[in-house]
Protein backbone atom coordinates (compact mmCIF):
# COMPACT_ATOMS: atom_id res chain seq x y z
CA UNK A 1 0.00 0.00 0.00
CA UNK A 2 1.38 3.81 -0.48
CA UNK A 3 0.94 6.14 2.10
CA UNK A 4 1.47 9.72 1.41
CA UNK A 5 0.50 11.33 4.83
CA UNK A 6 2.27 14.52 4.19
CA UNK A 7 1.40 17.22 1.56
CA UNK A 8 3.64 18.96 -0.59
CA UNK A 9 4.11 22.60 -0.06
CA UNK A 10 6.10 25.12 -0.42
CA UNK A 11 8.98 22.16 -1.88
CA UNK A 12 8.97 20.55 1.61
CA UNK A 13 6.73 17.31 2.75
CA UNK A 14 4.48 18.98 5.23
CA UNK A 15 2.12 18.07 7.92
CA UNK A 16 -1.75 18.62 6.80
CA UNK A 17 -4.52 20.82 8.34
CA UNK A 18 -6.35 17.38 8.68
CA UNK A 19 -4.11 14.76 9.45
CA UNK A 20 -7.08 11.98 8.63
CA UNK A 21 -6.13 10.82 5.31
CA UNK A 22 -8.44 9.44 2.52
CA UNK A 23 -8.46 5.99 1.20
CA UNK A 24 -7.54 5.25 -2.64
CA UNK A 25 -9.20 2.59 -3.74
CA UNK A 26 -8.94 0.55 -6.75
CA UNK A 27 -11.86 1.31 -10.13
CA UNK A 28 -11.25 -2.37 -10.58
CA UNK A 29 -12.34 -4.29 -7.45
CA UNK A 30 -12.63 -1.48 -4.59
CA UNK A 31 -9.78 -2.53 -2.48
CA UNK A 32 -7.77 0.31 -1.25
CA UNK A 33 -4.24 0.92 -2.79
CA UNK A 34 -3.44 3.51 -0.54
CA UNK A 35 -3.90 6.20 1.61
CA UNK A 36 -3.29 9.99 1.16
CA UNK A 37 -3.74 13.46 3.17
CA UNK A 38 -5.80 16.25 1.95
CA UNK A 39 -5.61 19.40 1.41
CA UNK A 40 -7.78 22.24 3.28
CA UNK A 41 -8.31 25.93 3.13
CA UNK A 42 -5.29 26.14 5.61
CA UNK A 43 -3.21 24.67 3.61
CA UNK A 44 -4.06 26.73 0.42
CA UNK A 45 -3.39 29.33 2.51
CA UNK A 46 0.37 28.11 3.34
CA UNK A 47 0.73 27.40 -0.23
CA UNK A 48 -0.12 30.57 -1.62
CA UNK A 49 1.46 32.78 0.66
CA UNK A 50 4.63 30.60 0.15
CA UNK A 51 4.37 30.83 -3.74
CA UNK A 52 3.57 34.56 -3.46
CA UNK A 53 6.88 35.06 -1.00
CA UNK A 54 9.37 33.31 -3.94
CA UNK A 55 7.46 35.25 -6.66
CA UNK A 56 8.02 38.50 -4.99
CA UNK A 57 11.62 37.86 -3.78
CA UNK A 58 12.50 36.91 -7.49
CA UNK A 59 15.13 34.12 -7.29
CA UNK A 60 13.24 31.98 -9.54
CA UNK A 61 11.34 34.51 -11.42
CA UNK A 62 15.32 36.25 -11.96
CA UNK A 63 16.96 33.27 -12.56
CA UNK A 64 18.04 33.43 -16.91
CA UNK A 65 15.66 31.33 -19.06
CA UNK A 66 17.84 28.73 -19.91
CA UNK A 67 19.43 27.84 -16.33
CA UNK A 68 15.25 27.42 -15.95
CA UNK A 69 14.94 25.45 -18.72
CA UNK A 70 18.05 23.01 -17.92
CA UNK A 71 16.33 22.74 -14.16
CA UNK A 72 13.03 21.42 -16.13
CA UNK A 73 14.73 19.75 -18.57
CA UNK A 74 16.03 17.93 -15.34
CA UNK A 75 12.65 17.35 -14.09
CA UNK A 76 11.78 15.35 -17.26
CA UNK A 77 14.84 13.19 -17.77
CA UNK A 78 13.62 11.86 -14.22
CA UNK A 79 10.02 11.57 -15.52
CA UNK A 80 11.58 9.24 -17.85
CA UNK A 81 13.38 7.21 -15.89
CA UNK A 82 9.77 6.66 -14.02
CA UNK A 83 7.71 6.06 -16.77
CA UNK A 84 6.76 2.46 -15.92
CA UNK A 85 5.69 3.28 -12.47
CA UNK A 86 3.85 6.21 -13.06
CA UNK A 87 2.26 4.00 -15.79
CA UNK A 88 1.31 1.61 -13.35
CA UNK A 89 0.46 3.48 -10.54
CA UNK A 90 -2.31 5.61 -12.83
CA UNK A 91 -3.45 2.52 -13.89
CA UNK A 92 -4.12 1.43 -10.46
CA UNK A 93 -5.62 4.31 -9.14
CA UNK A 94 -7.79 5.53 -12.69
CA UNK A 95 -8.41 2.28 -13.94
CA UNK A 96 -6.99 3.29 -17.25
CA UNK A 97 -5.70 0.41 -19.11
CA UNK A 98 -2.04 0.25 -18.81
CA UNK A 99 -1.74 0.08 -22.82
CA UNK A 100 -2.83 4.17 -22.29
CA UNK A 101 -0.94 4.48 -19.61
CA UNK A 102 2.21 3.39 -21.19
CA UNK A 103 1.61 4.93 -24.53
CA UNK A 104 1.38 7.95 -22.89
CA UNK A 105 5.00 8.41 -21.49
CA UNK A 106 6.25 9.08 -25.00
CA UNK A 107 3.64 11.65 -25.03
CA UNK A 108 4.74 13.47 -22.11
CA UNK A 109 8.32 13.05 -23.55
CA UNK A 110 7.47 15.16 -26.88
CA UNK A 111 4.87 17.46 -24.77
CA UNK A 112 8.19 18.58 -22.33
CA UNK A 113 10.37 18.50 -25.31
CA UNK A 114 8.20 21.20 -27.20
CA UNK A 115 8.05 22.94 -23.91
CA UNK A 116 11.62 23.43 -23.39
CA UNK A 117 12.67 24.09 -27.61
CA UNK A 118 9.84 26.85 -27.23
CA UNK A 119 11.43 28.12 -24.30
CA UNK A 120 15.20 28.66 -25.74
CA UNK A 121 13.75 29.93 -28.85
CA UNK A 122 10.98 32.40 -26.96
CA UNK A 123 11.58 36.19 -27.71
CA UNK A 124 12.40 36.86 -23.83
CA UNK A 125 13.14 40.16 -24.62
CA UNK A 126 13.00 41.75 -28.11
CA UNK A 127 13.62 45.39 -29.41
CA UNK A 128 11.13 46.86 -32.16
CA UNK A 129 11.94 48.27 -35.05
CA UNK A 130 10.08 51.56 -35.45
CA UNK A 131 7.18 51.77 -37.74
CA UNK A 132 8.59 55.34 -38.61
CA UNK A 133 12.41 55.18 -39.57
CA UNK A 134 12.43 58.86 -38.18
CA UNK A 135 10.86 58.19 -34.83
CA UNK A 136 13.26 58.80 -32.23
CA UNK A 137 11.66 56.28 -30.13
CA UNK A 138 12.92 52.64 -29.24
CA UNK A 139 10.28 50.34 -27.57
CA UNK A 140 12.00 46.95 -25.50
CA UNK A 141 8.87 44.41 -24.97
CA UNK A 142 9.51 42.00 -22.18
CA UNK A 143 7.70 38.64 -21.41
CA UNK A 144 7.47 38.68 -17.79
CA UNK A 145 6.02 36.23 -15.21
CA UNK A 146 2.35 36.23 -14.56
CA UNK A 147 3.00 35.86 -11.11
CA UNK A 148 1.25 33.14 -8.77
CA UNK A 149 -0.34 30.01 -10.99
CA UNK A 150 -3.03 28.31 -9.30
CA UNK A 151 -3.03 25.02 -11.51
CA UNK A 152 -6.23 23.17 -11.54
CA UNK A 153 -6.51 19.68 -12.95
CA UNK A 154 -8.80 16.60 -13.61
CA UNK A 155 -8.68 13.07 -12.61
CA UNK A 156 -8.56 11.79 -15.94
CA UNK A 157 -5.41 12.06 -17.14
CA UNK A 158 -3.56 13.49 -14.16
CA UNK A 159 0.30 12.97 -15.25
CA UNK A 160 -0.45 15.09 -18.74
CA UNK A 161 -2.77 17.61 -17.46
CA UNK A 162 -0.18 18.04 -14.61
CA UNK A 163 3.01 18.72 -16.75
CA UNK A 164 1.14 20.41 -19.83
CA UNK A 165 0.33 23.42 -16.93
CA UNK A 166 3.58 23.07 -14.27
CA UNK A 167 6.56 23.14 -17.11
CA UNK A 168 5.51 26.21 -18.68
CA UNK A 169 4.50 27.91 -15.95
CA UNK A 170 7.82 27.42 -14.11
CA UNK A 171 9.74 28.00 -17.69
CA UNK A 172 8.33 31.15 -17.47
CA UNK A 173 9.46 32.10 -14.12
CA UNK A 174 6.07 31.91 -12.20
CA UNK A 175 5.09 30.02 -8.69
CA UNK A 176 2.71 26.98 -8.80
CA UNK A 177 -0.18 25.79 -6.66
CA UNK A 178 -1.23 22.63 -8.29
CA UNK A 179 -4.75 21.33 -7.12
CA UNK A 180 -5.29 17.65 -8.10
CA UNK A 181 -7.85 15.49 -7.69
CA UNK A 182 -8.39 12.98 -4.83
CA UNK A 183 -8.64 10.38 -7.02
CA UNK A 184 -5.21 11.01 -8.36
CA UNK A 185 -3.12 11.52 -4.47
CA UNK A 186 -0.93 8.73 -5.48
CA UNK A 187 0.79 9.68 -8.45
CA UNK A 188 0.53 13.42 -7.39
CA UNK A 189 2.32 12.08 -4.32
CA UNK A 190 4.84 10.94 -6.83
CA UNK A 191 4.83 13.62 -9.00
CA UNK A 192 5.93 15.53 -5.95
CA UNK A 193 9.14 13.35 -5.43
CA UNK A 194 10.50 13.89 -8.72
CA UNK A 195 9.93 17.41 -8.84
CA UNK A 196 11.87 17.68 -4.90
CA UNK A 197 14.76 16.36 -6.46
CA UNK A 198 15.81 18.72 -9.44
CA UNK A 199 16.45 21.65 -6.94
CA UNK A 200 14.17 24.19 -7.70
CA UNK A 201 13.58 27.04 -4.77
CA UNK A 202 11.50 26.84 -1.69
CA UNK A 203 7.98 28.05 -1.93
CA UNK A 204 7.98 27.90 -6.14
CA UNK A 205 6.12 24.72 -6.35
CA UNK A 206 3.03 23.22 -4.31
CA UNK A 207 1.20 20.10 -4.99
CA UNK A 208 -2.43 19.73 -3.17
CA UNK A 209 -4.81 16.65 -3.46
CA UNK A 210 -8.46 18.45 -2.28
CA UNK A 211 -11.85 18.79 -3.37
CA UNK A 212 -13.56 21.03 -5.34
CA UNK A 213 -14.76 23.06 -2.55
CA UNK A 214 -10.92 23.60 -1.66
CA UNK A 215 -10.54 23.95 -5.17
CA UNK A 216 -12.80 26.85 -5.66
CA UNK A 217 -11.31 28.43 -2.11
CA UNK A 218 -7.95 28.13 -3.89
CA UNK A 219 -8.66 29.86 -7.40
CA UNK A 220 -10.92 32.75 -5.81
CA UNK A 221 -7.43 33.50 -3.52
CA UNK A 222 -6.84 37.02 -3.83
CA UNK A 223 -3.12 36.33 -4.25
CA UNK A 224 -3.77 34.10 -7.30
CA UNK A 225 -2.82 35.92 -10.11
CA UNK A 226 -3.24 33.48 -13.00
CA UNK A 227 -6.02 30.23 -13.02
CA UNK A 228 -4.93 27.32 -15.86
CA UNK A 229 -8.14 25.13 -15.49
CA UNK A 230 -8.60 21.36 -17.31
CA UNK A 231 -11.87 20.22 -16.46
CA UNK A 232 -15.45 20.42 -17.25
CA UNK A 233 -17.93 22.50 -19.45
CA UNK A 234 -19.96 23.29 -16.32
CA UNK A 235 -16.64 24.30 -13.97
CA UNK A 236 -14.91 25.97 -16.43
CA UNK A 237 -17.88 28.70 -16.34
CA UNK A 238 -17.68 29.11 -12.60
CA UNK A 239 -13.96 29.50 -12.54
CA UNK A 240 -14.15 32.11 -15.37
CA UNK A 241 -16.96 34.18 -13.66
CA UNK A 242 -14.46 34.15 -10.37
CA UNK A 243 -11.47 35.22 -12.72
CA UNK A 244 -13.82 37.75 -14.11
CA UNK A 245 -14.80 39.36 -10.59
CA UNK A 246 -11.35 39.23 -9.50
CA UNK A 247 -9.92 40.14 -13.04
CA UNK A 248 -7.62 37.23 -12.96
CA UNK A 249 -5.84 35.82 -16.50
CA UNK A 250 -7.30 32.54 -17.00
CA UNK A 251 -6.98 29.56 -18.89
CA UNK A 252 -9.84 27.15 -19.42
CA UNK A 253 -9.26 23.86 -21.18
CA UNK A 254 -13.31 22.39 -21.11
CA UNK A 255 -14.95 19.35 -22.46
CA UNK A 256 -15.69 18.23 -25.62
CA UNK A 257 -18.39 16.00 -28.40
CA UNK A 258 -16.32 15.73 -31.29
CA UNK A 259 -16.84 14.57 -34.57
CA UNK A 260 -14.95 12.14 -36.52
CA UNK A 261 -15.97 12.70 -40.32
CA UNK A 262 -15.54 9.71 -42.81
CA UNK A 263 -16.00 11.06 -46.00
CA UNK A 264 -16.97 9.15 -48.38
CA UNK A 265 -13.59 7.93 -50.41
CA UNK A 266 -12.29 6.67 -46.74
CA UNK A 267 -11.02 3.36 -46.39
CA UNK A 268 -13.61 2.22 -43.74
CA UNK A 269 -11.10 -0.31 -42.48
CA UNK A 270 -8.49 1.75 -41.77
CA UNK A 271 -10.90 4.37 -40.26
CA UNK A 272 -12.35 1.89 -37.76
CA UNK A 273 -9.01 0.95 -36.71
CA UNK A 274 -8.00 4.44 -36.37
CA UNK A 275 -10.98 5.33 -34.56
CA UNK A 276 -10.35 2.73 -31.92
CA UNK A 277 -7.62 5.15 -30.56
CA UNK A 278 -9.32 8.35 -31.25
CA UNK A 279 -12.36 7.27 -29.94
CA UNK A 280 -12.01 4.79 -27.10
CA UNK A 281 -8.67 6.07 -25.77
CA UNK A 282 -8.61 6.08 -21.84
CA UNK A 283 -11.80 4.14 -21.82
CA UNK A 284 -13.68 6.80 -23.39
CA UNK A 285 -13.16 8.87 -20.64
CA UNK A 286 -11.07 11.66 -22.56
CA UNK A 287 -12.03 15.28 -23.41
CA UNK A 288 -10.23 15.25 -27.24
CA UNK A 289 -12.42 11.83 -27.80
CA UNK A 290 -14.21 11.47 -31.46
CA UNK A 291 -17.07 9.88 -30.05
CA UNK A 292 -19.38 11.52 -32.60
CA UNK A 293 -18.81 9.26 -36.21
CA UNK A 294 -20.18 10.97 -38.97
CA UNK A 295 -20.85 8.18 -42.13
CA UNK A 296 -22.19 8.89 -45.59
CA UNK A 297 -25.34 7.44 -46.23
CA UNK A 298 -23.68 5.30 -49.23
CA UNK A 299 -21.41 3.62 -46.22
CA UNK A 300 -23.41 3.85 -43.45
CA UNK A 301 -24.28 0.08 -42.80
CA UNK A 302 -20.54 -0.77 -43.71
CA UNK A 303 -19.32 1.86 -41.34
CA UNK A 304 -21.68 0.44 -38.29
CA UNK A 305 -20.81 -3.24 -38.93
CA UNK A 306 -17.00 -1.94 -38.76
CA UNK A 307 -17.69 -0.57 -35.15
CA UNK A 308 -19.58 -3.12 -34.08
CA UNK A 309 -17.21 -5.70 -35.17
CA UNK A 310 -14.21 -3.60 -33.39
CA UNK A 311 -16.45 -3.00 -30.57
CA UNK A 312 -17.30 -6.56 -29.67
CA UNK A 313 -13.46 -7.28 -30.25
CA UNK A 314 -12.50 -5.42 -27.68
CA UNK A 315 -11.04 -6.65 -24.43
CA UNK A 316 -12.98 -4.99 -20.60
CA UNK A 317 -11.16 -5.93 -17.45
CA UNK A 318 -8.72 -5.57 -15.62
CA UNK A 319 -6.23 -2.39 -16.30
CA UNK A 320 -3.61 -3.99 -15.01
CA UNK A 321 -3.85 -7.31 -18.04
CA UNK A 322 -1.79 -6.53 -21.35
CA UNK A 323 -4.94 -7.81 -23.10
CA UNK A 324 -7.33 -5.16 -21.81
CA UNK A 325 -8.26 -2.47 -23.78
CA UNK A 326 -11.06 -0.91 -21.67
CA UNK A 327 -10.78 -0.93 -18.35
CA UNK A 328 -13.78 0.61 -15.60
CA UNK A 329 -14.88 4.47 -15.16
CA UNK A 330 -12.63 5.95 -12.19
CA UNK A 331 -15.53 6.13 -9.91
CA UNK A 332 -18.93 4.43 -8.94
CA UNK A 333 -20.82 7.11 -9.63
CA UNK A 334 -18.91 7.95 -13.15
CA UNK A 335 -20.52 4.37 -14.06
CA UNK A 336 -23.85 5.03 -13.07
CA UNK A 337 -23.56 8.45 -15.45
CA UNK A 338 -22.81 6.66 -18.19
CA UNK A 339 -25.07 3.50 -17.49
CA UNK A 340 -27.81 6.13 -17.63
CA UNK A 341 -26.96 8.15 -20.62
CA UNK A 342 -27.14 4.48 -22.80
CA UNK A 343 -30.28 3.83 -20.88
CA UNK A 344 -31.27 7.21 -22.50
CA UNK A 345 -30.04 6.39 -25.89
CA UNK A 346 -32.20 3.52 -25.89
CA UNK A 347 -35.29 5.89 -24.50
CA UNK A 348 -34.42 8.58 -27.35
CA UNK A 349 -34.74 6.21 -29.94
CA UNK A 350 -31.73 5.64 -31.14
CA UNK A 351 -30.59 1.65 -32.61
CA UNK A 352 -28.57 -0.06 -30.05
CA UNK A 353 -25.66 -2.13 -31.78
CA UNK A 354 -24.16 -3.69 -29.32
CA UNK A 355 -23.16 -2.77 -25.80
CA UNK A 356 -26.12 -1.88 -23.70
CA UNK A 357 -26.47 -0.47 -19.78
CA UNK A 358 -25.76 -4.21 -18.23
CA UNK A 359 -22.29 -4.34 -16.20
CA UNK A 360 -19.99 -6.93 -18.10
CA UNK A 361 -20.55 -10.16 -16.23
CA UNK A 362 -17.85 -11.24 -13.78
CA UNK A 363 -16.91 -7.26 -13.36
CA UNK A 364 -19.34 -6.51 -10.65
CA UNK A 365 -16.96 -5.41 -7.78
CA UNK A 366 -15.83 -2.87 -10.38
CA UNK A 367 -16.70 0.26 -12.04
CA UNK A 368 -17.18 -1.37 -15.55
CA UNK A 369 -19.63 -0.46 -18.15
CA UNK A 370 -20.40 -2.49 -21.32
CA UNK A 371 -18.78 -0.48 -24.61
CA UNK A 372 -21.81 0.48 -26.32
CA UNK A 373 -22.53 1.56 -30.32
CA UNK A 374 -25.32 3.48 -31.30
CA UNK A 375 -26.91 3.75 -34.76
CA UNK A 376 -29.63 5.55 -36.46
CA UNK A 377 -28.87 8.81 -34.30
CA UNK A 378 -30.08 12.25 -34.76
CA UNK A 379 -27.68 15.02 -34.01
CA UNK A 380 -29.87 16.77 -31.86
CA UNK A 381 -30.31 13.61 -29.30
CA UNK A 382 -28.76 14.06 -25.65
CA UNK A 383 -26.24 11.51 -26.98
CA UNK A 384 -24.95 13.19 -29.60
CA UNK A 385 -24.78 16.75 -27.76
CA UNK A 386 -23.63 15.92 -24.17
CA UNK A 387 -20.23 14.40 -23.06
CA UNK A 388 -20.73 11.35 -21.70
CA UNK A 389 -17.30 10.84 -20.90
CA UNK A 390 -17.09 6.96 -21.13
CA UNK A 391 -17.04 4.20 -24.01
CA UNK A 392 -19.99 4.96 -25.94
CA UNK A 393 -20.10 5.77 -29.67
CA UNK A 394 -22.91 7.36 -32.00
CA UNK A 395 -22.56 6.98 -35.40
CA UNK A 396 -25.15 9.81 -37.13
CA UNK A 397 -25.55 9.48 -41.62
CA UNK A 398 -25.19 12.80 -43.46
CA UNK A 399 -26.31 13.42 -46.87
CA UNK A 400 -23.23 14.97 -48.24
CA UNK A 401 -20.06 17.10 -47.64
CA UNK A 402 -21.68 20.04 -46.28
CA UNK A 403 -24.15 18.48 -44.15
CA UNK A 404 -21.22 16.52 -42.95
CA UNK A 405 -19.66 20.05 -41.83
CA UNK A 406 -23.15 21.50 -40.54
CA UNK A 407 -23.57 18.20 -38.44
CA UNK A 408 -20.12 18.60 -36.67
CA UNK A 409 -19.97 21.91 -36.14
CA UNK A 410 -23.61 21.65 -34.74
CA UNK A 411 -22.12 21.31 -31.01
CA UNK A 412 -21.77 23.62 -28.23
CA UNK A 413 -18.13 21.74 -28.14
CA UNK A 414 -15.20 22.57 -30.35
CA UNK A 415 -12.31 20.62 -28.78
CA UNK A 416 -11.05 18.23 -31.41
CA UNK A 417 -12.48 16.77 -34.10
CA UNK A 418 -11.21 14.08 -37.15
CA UNK A 419 -11.43 13.89 -41.23
CA UNK A 420 -10.90 10.16 -42.87
CA UNK A 421 -10.56 10.10 -47.00
CA UNK A 422 -8.63 9.00 -49.56
CA UNK A 423 -7.00 12.58 -50.19
CA UNK A 424 -4.86 14.09 -47.84
CA UNK A 425 -5.38 17.48 -49.55
CA UNK A 426 -9.24 16.77 -49.51
CA UNK A 427 -9.32 15.98 -45.99
CA UNK A 428 -7.65 19.04 -45.28
CA UNK A 429 -9.80 21.16 -47.28
CA UNK A 430 -12.87 19.86 -44.91
CA UNK A 431 -10.92 20.11 -41.57
CA UNK A 432 -10.06 23.58 -42.10
CA UNK A 433 -14.21 24.21 -42.17
CA UNK A 434 -15.17 21.86 -38.92
CA UNK A 435 -15.31 24.56 -36.20
CA UNK A 436 -13.03 23.01 -33.45
CA UNK A 437 -9.76 23.64 -31.87
CA UNK A 438 -7.56 20.59 -33.30
CA UNK A 439 -8.44 18.48 -36.35
CA UNK A 440 -6.62 15.30 -36.76
CA UNK A 441 -6.51 13.79 -40.24
CA UNK A 442 -6.37 10.09 -41.15
CA UNK A 443 -5.51 9.35 -37.42
CA UNK A 444 -3.00 10.98 -37.24
CA UNK A 445 -1.28 11.77 -33.62
CA UNK A 446 -2.02 15.25 -31.57
CA UNK A 447 1.11 17.43 -32.06
CA UNK A 448 2.56 19.25 -29.13
CA UNK A 449 4.29 22.16 -30.98
CA UNK A 450 1.40 23.82 -32.31
CA UNK A 451 -1.51 25.38 -29.33
CA UNK A 452 -3.78 23.16 -28.28
CA UNK A 453 -7.69 24.51 -27.02
CA UNK A 454 -11.51 24.70 -27.74
CA UNK A 455 -13.61 27.02 -29.33
CA UNK A 456 -16.96 27.59 -28.28
CA UNK A 457 -17.55 25.74 -24.70
CA UNK A 458 -13.93 23.96 -25.08
CA UNK A 459 -12.53 26.96 -23.76
CA UNK A 460 -10.33 29.91 -23.88
CA UNK A 461 -6.47 29.99 -24.18
CA UNK A 462 -4.02 27.41 -25.77
CA UNK A 463 -1.40 24.87 -24.45
CA UNK A 464 1.81 23.42 -25.95
CA UNK A 465 4.22 24.89 -27.14
CA UNK A 466 5.11 28.21 -27.75
CA UNK A 467 1.80 29.80 -27.56
CA UNK A 468 1.38 27.72 -24.48
CA UNK A 469 4.48 29.12 -23.19
CA UNK A 470 3.32 32.53 -23.68
CA UNK A 471 -0.02 32.00 -21.52
CA UNK A 472 2.24 32.15 -18.71
CA UNK A 473 3.60 35.30 -19.60
CA UNK A 474 2.91 38.83 -19.53
CA UNK A 475 3.93 41.75 -22.06
CA UNK A 476 6.22 44.64 -20.75
CA UNK A 477 7.30 47.66 -22.85
CA UNK A 478 9.74 49.95 -22.46
CA UNK A 479 10.45 53.15 -24.25
CA UNK A 480 13.83 54.92 -24.53
Not at 83 to 96: D, H, V, Y
Not at 159 to 169: G, L
Not at 177 to 185: F, G
Not at 205 to 219: F, G, K, M
Request: some cysteine; overall charge negative; glycine content about 10%.
Amino acid sequence: MIIYDRLYIAGAWTEPSDAEPLDIRSPHDGTVIGRAAQARPADVDRAVAAARAAFDEGTWRETPPLERVAVLRHFNALREKNAERIAQLIAAENGSAGWFTRAGQSGLTRQANAYLKAAEEFGWEEILTPSDPASPVRSVVRREAVGVVAAVIPWNSPFSAATAKIIPALLAGNSVVLKASPENSLSMGLLADLLDQVGLPGGVVSILPADRETSEYLVSHPDVDKIAFTGSTQAGRRIASIAGEQLKRVSLELGGKSAAVILPDADIRQAVQGLKFSSLLNNGESCIAQTRILAPRSRYEEVVAGLKELIESLKVGDPTDPDTFIGPMIRRDQQERVRQYIALGVEEGARLVTGGPQIPEGLEDGNYVTPTLFADVDNSMRIAQEEIFGPVLVVIAYDDEDDAVRIANDSEYGLSGGVWSASTEHALEVARRIRTGTVTVNGAAVGFDGPFGGFKASGTGREFGAVGLGTYTEYKTITL
